[in-house]
């Protein structure tokens, strides 16, 4: 499943030195704002040990881990929901991701200069989030010239629509996000088919210099981006972009040795995923046979012909059973023949709900 988060803050916080890093992509990154001028894609593998894992014990031709897509969308400055900067363009390509990682500056550097001419984490994100909000607002009093006739005719489909429109709108009124508005299933419904940009779930990136990536609790930067997001209920990840490009460059041993050396547990491209995973829900399930061993992306909550449907299509319509194991069990196991034994494995229907690390089988008949 093609799940993006796109990557935004102000220009010259690290957005491209970042994404650059974690994807390869060679996006162009320059000391003056408004270098990316088109969204930049990247498609990034998903690291996870229980895929090297399955790859040691079942021996494959080929291990294919999933992937995970990030867009470098280019700087967004004060006005640009009115078209300063480049405008409205960055709008419609934040409108396109499934969530959005906000990198904040959060370091002193006067060789690089700030936007704004001064660092302040927590002005910086009010100035994307208001941009954000405005966008939305204006989505929204042009959907409520559409509805507001016809729901002052009772009729109820309008009417429903209004409540919804003008709760967000109320919220936009107070520089509020739509994600903070409380919104029953159905009027949720009604809010996604708005497409709002502050409806996106928001994960915060905060960039700090390599002096500082081993002990943050003294960066008075960071302790305030985390206290904003902590209001918001949003999560915060602390990664040094500078030191991430260094790291893209080395191969699997090289990194580990080099992250050893730093006194880093993993790298910013481990957390980031990890924590845009969390945000979206996602989680992953594998297949394993000689052939080849493979992670797949899901939704939380997804049931097993759900499931089959991402590999297949076929797999879902002749879904017949699914036979699963869990990673820890197979892996105590030592085999799927000793986990079948120990009774490890088991056939389970179409209301199965997948979990995180299912070892699955699928039976099918089309």
Known sequence: MALTTGIVGLPNVGKSTLFNAI???GAESANYPFCTIDPNVGIVEVPDYRLDKLTELVEPKKTVPTAFEFTDIAGIVEGASKGEGLGNKFLSHIRQVDAISHV???FNDE?????????DPIRDIQVINLELILADLETVEKRIGKVEKQAKQKDKQSMAEFEVLDKLR??????KPARSVELNTEQEKIAKGLHL???KPVL???NVSEEEILDVSDNPYVQKVKAFAAEEGSEVIVVCAKIESEIAELDGEEKEEF???LGIAESGLDQLIKAAYQLLGLETYFTAGKQEVRAWTIKKGTKAPQAAGVIHTDFERGFIRAEIVSFDDLIEAGSMTVAKENGKVRLEGKDYIVQ???VIHFRFNV
């Open 259 to 261: 992250l050893n050396e």
């Open 104 to 106: 904040v500056r959060c």
């Open 204 to 206: 915060y990136v905060a």
């Open 23 to 25: 994807t390869q992509a």
């Open 111 to 119: 060789n690089i200069t700030h936007v704004s001419g001064s660092v």
């Open 170 to 175: 109320n919220a936009f009124e107070e520089e």
């Open 356 to 358: 995180d690390g299912d």
């Open 197 to 199: 940009l502050t409806m």
